[in-house]
């Protein structure tokens, strides 16, 4: 599509439709078979929907090789999109700038949807517009053997055990096919919410931009559900499934929760004691204690020397340090932090923890 048509498609009431965004960087290797199953989609013929891809900062060929593959056959518009500044929360932002659709569903550069997942996403987002977002049903696939721990820790590669999806609690947007309503995004941006959270840069592995996301909606009165129908296959690389790459993911999401923390109210009752409980200097020592009181000092010595394959309390180990490292780093930002997202125009309810 070209700019003035861009500027057209802004300007204009948004049809009910869907704008697909891929954001991707470097994925050269694993754009053909996301592109292939977007290929097989089922739609309704009065459904428009089109294909934005967010090249990331990517130093590969993904651009041309996108334009290549979808060229003769693809069954509705592709728009390729360079986004400069690193991150996947910048590309997520591009996305919802330039989509002319009022539905904005992500799809990974490694996700395979289902042949009726643009139909579905339209149908349920139409049906209730008290929804804000939807999150997919995901399952991880691979080209070797998973490893006998990963389905304990699905959760962590953004896909679900089985029989997982269902409960989970309405806060925890998935990033790999979650679906957001436009007006829900134009909302909270037009009343100043800011993500604190850059999600993936590059290769580097900053993560839990979709559940900051997830919190905002929700404190911004919008409803999130868990969509069954939408069925989603999310692809692990080999070197995904390697202990030592899990136990980098636990901690990088225990340095996010750090500041997930200033999202959430803690459940005491008013006073010093809920004043205290929302201040950073207690909060790094409760984490401490927690830390010490869990681990005993030799196993967290072992733990930095040995890989310990398997052993389950290595992982929430990683994840309790990540949060100490998320917490010194926030220092007195943390404090005003909740003062602001509290006093926000965009905050209009409360989310418990």
Known sequence: ????????????QRPLGVSVAICTYNGESR???????????????????EVLLIDNASTDNSAELARQYWRNDGPAPLRILREARPGLSFARSRAFEEACHEIVTFVDDDNWVAP??????????????SLGALCSSNSAVADVPFPEWFSRWAHYYAAHASGESSTLENWLLIGAGMTIRTQCWQEL??????????????ARLTTCGDLELGCAIQLAGWKIRVEPRLKLRHYMPPDHLDWNYLRRLARATGEAMALLDCYFVFPTPEGVKRHLRHRWWVRLIWESYQTARQYPLGRI????????EGEDDIVFLEQQIGRLIGFLRLRSQYTRLRREIARSAWCRTTLSR
């Open 31 to 49: 754009l053909p078979a996301t592109l292939s199953h977007l290929k097989q989609q089922r739609t309704e013929k009065n459904i428009p929907w």
């Open 1 to 12: 599509m070209c700019a003035v048509q861009r500027q057209e498609c802004k300007g204009q």
């Open 189 to 202: 941006r037009r009343d100043g919410f800011q993500p604190q959270l850059t999600d993936r840069v590059g």
């Open 301 to 308: 010595l072992k733990s930095r020397f040995r890989t310990m």
């Open 116 to 129: 009726g997942w643009i139909s579905t996403v339209s149908e349920r987002i139409s049906e209730d517009a």
